[in-house]
């Protein structure tokens, strides 16, 4: 582990990133002996792992207490997938196994998965990024028949396992505690949208539901929401980029205001939730517990505006809100001015390429002065190339109390650039009384000799550490 730069731990074995060789791992397997109190093992993001996983399996009954494997990036072979099978006999205590990003898995799962055997304690199961196949999805359901602990389930970017979705639905009820289900850039349709809202009615405890970036599930929504609703205890529901219809967005509506226990919504890149004549942003004032709310790049209008303005002054927890590629948000920002005065746990606010002119600068200026937004940590401002010079010179005279901020993007959009103004000595005087910055974009302001100097002593003139994005 000293060798590694790693601290020694007995319970622990990270070697997360080491560059490991073949020999790495086999020196590693003749160490699991001596380490009979060993609880987890991370060899993640080493792609000499694979072909070898054979040599440290054997070895695994040294360590029966081993509860959590980590496995990420490892180039695993079928060999490798046939010998963490047969390591579910000889730890027993298994609870959590990642596999994510081993493209070699696909089409192999069954492999793993007929070694399974009743009564197993996995609760964490992470299979992101692995090609997996619609033969893979059916082992996959044959297996929630033996795990009843299951409490996340992660099946990310398998875009091929939306086929066989209907049959791991029809399964999901053998897995009652599952608390995170994520099925992002699954290839799901429709039909398998409305599998998995029946299985819903089987998982009262699911915290987390993340269908996004599944494009054709859009239009049926209408017909797939009868159990949503009764997910009292569901906190984060991710929908973007979903494709959702005008119809979607009615029964949405409905839906979504009734999830009592919300905390975050993303509904972000799904143009019909601002142009819809729906009501779904003013009723989100029933969702009192919300933390976070992502709608950016959602064709909102001044009206679909005007009402999540009024619903944010319902939602005293907020604290991340992005409206992101919304050009209505330019030049009425004031609509927001009652929620930000409220919202005191505000802490990243995203207003990137939001058409923003210099009256909105003006306006976060004034809620700075008079002591709102106090705990904000990041703030997007990027691609708003409609701000003057004016506009950029009155905010820099009052970012300095932003205490707390740690990143700042002003970047210009990719297609453009201009030269930096009498705002940038603004800048650099703020800069100085602000602790926690430690990011700043400025990407396409054209910076001039003396002014590209300035910035690059400012670190060593001021004993700080930023990362400036030029």
């Given at each position: 582990?000293?060798?590694?730069?790693?601290?020694?731990?007995?319970?622990?074995?990270?070697?997360?990133?080491?560059?490991?060789?073949?020999?790495?791992?086999?020196?590693?397997?003749?160490?699991?002996?001596?380490?009979?109190?060993?609880?987890?093992?991370?060899?993640?993001?080493?792609?000499?792992?694979?072909?070898?996983?054979?040599?440290?399996?054997?070895?695994?009954?040294?360590?029966?207490?081993?509860?959590?494997?980590?496995?990420?990036?490892?180039?695993?072979?079928?060999?490798?997938?046939?010998?963490?099978?047969?390591?579910?006999?000889?730890?027993?205590?298994?609870?959590?196994?990642?596999?994510?990003?081993?493209?070699?898995?696909?089409?192999?799962?069954?492999?793993?998965?007929?070694?399974?055997?009743?009564?197993?304690?996995?609760?964490?199961?992470?299979?992101?990024?692995?090609?997996?196949?619609?033969?893979?999805?059916?082992?996959?359901?044959?297996?929630?028949?033996?795990?009843?602990?299951?409490?996340?389930?992660?099946?990310?970017?398998?875009?091929?396992?939306?086929?066989?979705?209907?049959?791991?639905?029809?399964?999901?009820?053998?897995?009652?505690g599952l608390k995170e289900l994520n099925l992002h850039m699954c290839g799901l349709k429709q039909d398998s949208?409305?599998?998995?809202?029946?299985?819903?009615?089987?998982?009262?405890?699911?915290?987390?539901?993340?269908?996004?970036?599944?494009?054709?599930?859009?239009?049926?929504?209408?017909?797939?929401?009868?159990?949503?609703?009764?997910?009292?205890?569901?906190?984060?529901?991710?929908?973007?980029?979903?494709?959702?219809?005008?119809?979607?967005?009615?029964?949405?509506?409905?839906?979504?205001?009734?999830?009592?226990?919300?905390?975050?919504?993303?509904?972000?890149?799904?143009?019909?939730?601002?142009?819809?004549?729906?009501?779904?942003?003013?009723?989100?004032?029933?969702?009192?517990?919300?933390?976070?709310?992502?709608?950016?790049?959602?064709?909102?209008?001044?009206?679909?505006?005007?009402?999540?303005?009024?619903?944010?002054?319902?939602?005293?927890?907020?604290?991340?809100?992005?409206?992101?590629?919304?050009?209505?948000?330019?030049?009425?920002?004031?609509?927001?001015?009652?929620?930000?005065?409220?919202?005191?746990?505000?802490?990243?606010?995203?207003?990137?390429?939001?058409?923003?002119?210099?009256?909105?600068?003006?306006?976060?200026?004034?809620?700075?002065?008079?002591?709102?937004?106090?705990?904000?940590?990041?703030?997007?401002?990027?691609?708003?190339?409609?701000?003057?010079?004016?506009?950029?010179?009155?905010?820099?005279?009052?970012?300095?109390?932003?205490?707390?901020?740690?990143?700042?993007?002003?970047?210009?959009?990719?297609?453009?650039?201009?030269?930096?103004?009498?705002?940038?000595?603004?800048?650099?005087?703020?800069?100085?009384?602000?602790?926690?910055?430690?990011?700043?974009?400025?990407?396409?302001?054209?910076?001039?000799?003396?002014?590209?100097?300035?910035?690059?002593?400012?670190?060593?003139?001021?004993?700080?550490?930023?990362?400036?994005?030029?």
């Amino acid at each position: 582990m000293q060798k590694l730069g790693k601290k020694p731990n007995s319970k622990n074995l990270d070697l997360n990133n080491c560059a490991l060789s073949a020999a790495d791992v086999t020196e590693l397997a003749s160490l699991l002996p001596f380490l009979p109190e060993l609880e987890e093992i991370n060899l993640s993001w080493n792609g000499c792992v694979g072909g070898t996983l054979k040599a440290l399996i054997v070895h695994l009954h040294y360590v029966n207490l081993l509860k959590v494997l980590r496995l990420n990036n490892c180039r695993l072979t079928a060999e490798d997938v046939t010998s963490l099978g047969e390591a579910f006999e000889i730890v027993p205590q298994l609870e959590e196994l990642d596999l994510s990003w081993n493209s070699n898995i696909g089409g192999k799962l069954s492999l793993l998965t007929k070694k399974l055997r009743k009564g197993c304690k996995i609760k964490l199961l992470k299979i992101t990024d692995c090609n997996l196949t619609a033969k893979d999805g059916e082992s996959l359901a044959e297996i929630l028949n033996v795990i009843p602990n299951l409490e996340v389930l992660d099946l990310s970017i398998n875009k091929h396992i939306g086929c066989s979705m209907k049959v791991i639905a029809q399964d999901l009820k053998n897995v009652p505690g599952l608390k995170e289900l994520n099925l992002h850039m699954c290839g799901l349709k429709q039909d398998s949208l409305q599998g998995l809202d029946t299985a819903l009615q089987h998982l009262a405890e699911l915290r987390k539901l993340d269908i996004s970036c599944n494009k054709e599930i859009g239009g049926g929504f209408k017909d797939s929401t009868a159990h949503l609703a009764s997910l009292k205890n569901l906190e984060v529901l991710d929908l973007h980029q979903c494709c959702v219809t005008e119809e979607d967005m009615t029964v949405l509506s409905q839906v979504i205001p009734l999830l009592s226990s919300l905390q975050e919504l993303n509904l972000s890149s799904n143009k019909n939730v601002g142009v819809s004549s729906n009501p779904l942003l003013g009723r989100l004032r029933f969702l009192p517990k919300l933390k976070s709310v992502a709608i950016s790049n959602c064709c909102l209008h001044e009206e679909s505006f005007s009402s999540l303005a009024e619903a944010a002054l319902h939602l005293p927890e907020l604290e991340i809100l992005d409206l992101s590629w919304n050009k209505c948000v330019g030049g009425n920002l004031k609509l927001l001015w009652g929620a930000l005065k409220l919202a005191t746990e505000i802490q990243v606010l995203r207003l990137s390429s939001c058409n923003l002119v210099a009256e909105d600068l003006a306006l976060l200026t004034l809620l700075m002065q008079d002591g709102h937004l106090a705990r904000l940590r990041k703030l997007d401002l990027s691609y708003n190339n409609n701000i003057s010079d004016e506009g950029w010179v009155v905010f820099c005279q009052g970012l300095a109390v932003f205490k707390e901020l740690s990143e700042l993007d002003v970047s210009l959009r990719p297609s453009s650039c201009r030269d930096c103004g009498t705002w940038f000595s603004e800048l650099l005087a703020a800069l100085t009384k602000l602790p926690a910055l430690a990011e700043l974009g400025m990407q396409r302001w054209v910076l001039s000799e003396s002014q590209r100097k300035r910035l690059e002593n400012f670190n060593q003139d001021n004993k700080r550490n930023i990362r400036f994005d030029c």
